[in-house]
T-cell receptor, first 109, second 113 residues
Framework: SQQGEEDPQALSIQEGENATMNCSYKTSINNLQWYRQNSGRGLVHLIL?????REKHSGRLRVTLDTSKKSSSLLITASRAADTASYFCATDAGNQFYFGTGTSLTVIP | DGGITQSPKYLFRKEGQNVTLSCEQN?????MYWYRQDPGQGLRLIYY???????QKGDIAEGYSVSREKKESFPLTVTSAQKNPTAFYLCASSIMDYWGGYTFGSGTRLTVV
């Protein structure tokens, strides 16, 4: 399937450290998105990167895309306790996006 | 404020009952989606609609039904044919070219009792 897979499944870091999570997918894409989900809530869109882009920044977020390896990474710099959440990548397939299983990030104060 | 409203937040269903989850958006988005999320898993697409009076099945449509009579509304009915309906249900909407990403509602947690 087109579904992305995030790695690691869970990540625990100290406040102030950087957090990196990865997403791999199986088929060619036009776009890849990253979302955040706080426990028991809906997803919030963080950033979209197009297939012809290699890197995008938004505040403390840095996303890279390597289409030759079919992978993307999300870097959160100078993490805060409020960054504790699950992070999902979503890859497009025609009329919809497929979501991965997510990385659960815990930032310890 | 613009956004998506899902109701109710919690819903309990007895065996053999049909229940309907509400999803309303005031973002003027053309496309709407229903996803199911099980614990520790990703989102799986149930149905989506890109235009009023038209919708398509997603990966796990069996046991579910939808309607799209108005642009703002995309209700999901969980029928008695859905044998394992306990899950967290998320509604989303988007403009057709996705550049702003999906906007999600806050979800409905459905439990079979």
């Amino acid at each position: 399937s087109q579904q992305g897979e995030e790695d690691p499944q869970a990540l625990s870091i100290q406040e102030g450290e950087n957090a990196t999570m990865n997403c791999s997918y199986k088929t060619s894409i036009n776009n890849l998105q990253w979302y955040r989900q706080n426990s028991g809530r809906g997803l919030v869109h963080l950033i979209l990167i197009r297939s012809n882009e290699r890197e995008k920044h938004s505040g403390r977020l840095r996303v890279t895309l390597d289409t030759s390896k079919k992978s993307s990474s999300l870097l959160i710099t100078a993490s805060r306790a409020a960054d504790t959440a699950s992070y999902f990548c979503a890859t497009d397939a025609g009329n919809q996006f497929y979501f991965g299983t997510g990385t659960s990030l815990t930032v310890i104060p | 404020d613009g956004g998506i409203t899902q109701s109710p937040k919690y819903l309990f269903r007895k065996e053999g009952q049909n229940v309907t989850l509400s999803c309303e958006q005031n973002l003027n988005h053309d496309a709407m989606y229903w996803y199911r999320q099980d614990p520790g898993q990703g989102l799986r697409l149930i149905y989506y609609s890109q235009i009023v009076n038209d919708f398509q099945k997603g990966d796990i449509a069996e046991g579910y039904s939808v309607s799209r009579e108005k642009k703002e509304s995309f209700p999901l009915t969980v029928t008695s044919a859905q044998k394992n309906p306990t899950a967290f249900y998320l509604c989303a909407s988007s403009i057709m070219d996705y550049w702003g990403g999906y906007t999600f509602g806050s979800g409905t947690r459905l439990t079979v009792v």
